[in-house]
């Protein structure tokens, strides 16, 4: 049984670039959230999505968005990216559960 | 709003020693989920244990143990007999009923030294 998934593991971009970031669920998970880490801090949450719809969102602007696909994988997008957007992206499965499970992350480095 | 502290940065410690990672919260719910989840240099989270914020039965698992007190609001977590491979990145966590996402503490560093 695979878990969450996530690519690329590791990503480099330029100042004022953008990114898409993947994430594929956990079997049987329909819902998944997303977390930025910054470097020696805890992950901050950025969104939910659940059926294809953002659910809930965190303090992030615009410039970060998502999607969901209809087989319950999602997207994370960055715009306009700023060197403090450097930070390990974390993608969070769940299904209709209180438990979150993590994949090992994408790293973005922006230069 | 709610908040996760963890006073302690990092600790150190010999291998076999016990240590304990603390864990305070602030939330105005009444309901909610605490959870400690570890994170190796690999960057995956790997959850813990999970706490529901009407069952204050405190846990073991092996050599870990978690001691929930309302009456504080603390949740800490506690290695016996520590060995090297749990040196990692510890994450307390707080989930309110309702709410989608997980408010974490900024973590501590556990390095346990043969």
């Known amino acids: 049984d695979a878990g969450v998934t996530q690519s690329p593991t590791h990503l480099i971009k330029t100042r004022g670039q953008q990114v898409t970031l993947r994430c594929s669920p956990k079997?049987?998970?329909?819902?998944v959230s997303w977390y930025q880490q910054a470097l020696g801090q805890g992950p901050q949450f950025i969104f939910q999505?659940?059926?294809?719809?953002?659910?809930q969102r965190g303090n992030f602007p615009d410039r970060f968005s998502g999607h969901q696909f209809p087989n319950y994988s999602s997207e994370l997008n960055v715009n306009a990216l700023l060197l403090g957007d450097s930070a390990l992206y974390l993608c969070?499965?769940?299904?209709?559960?209180?438990?979150?499970?993590f994949g090992p992350g994408t790293r973005l480095t922006v230069t | 709003a709610q908040k996760v502290t963890q006073a302690q940065t990092e600790i150190s410690v010999v291998e076999k020693e016990d240590v304990t990672l603390d864990c305070v919260y602030e939330?105005?719910?009444?309901?909610?989920?605490l959870f400690w989840y570890k994170q190796p240099p690999s960057g995956e989270l790997v959850f813990l244990i999970r706490?529901?914020?009407?069952?204050?039965q405190n846990e073991i698992s092996g050599r870990y143990s978690w001691n929930f007190q309302k009456s504080t609001s603390s949740f800490n977590f506690t290695i016996t007999a520590s060995q090297v491979v749990d040196s990692a990145v510890y994450f307390c966590?707080?989930?309110?009923?309702?709410?989608?996402?997980?408010?974490f503490g900024q973590g501590t560093r556990l390095t346990i030294n043969p």
């Open positions: 706490r529901n914020s009407f069952d204050e």
């Open positions: 939330t105005r719910d009444t309901t909610y989920y």
């Open positions: 079997s049987g998970h329909d819902t």
């Open positions: 966590a707080l989930r309110v009923q309702g709410a989608q996402k997980l408010v």
């Open positions: 999505y659940y059926e294809e719809e953002e659910r």
């Open positions: 969070a499965s769940s299904s209709g559960t209180i438990q979150q499970y």
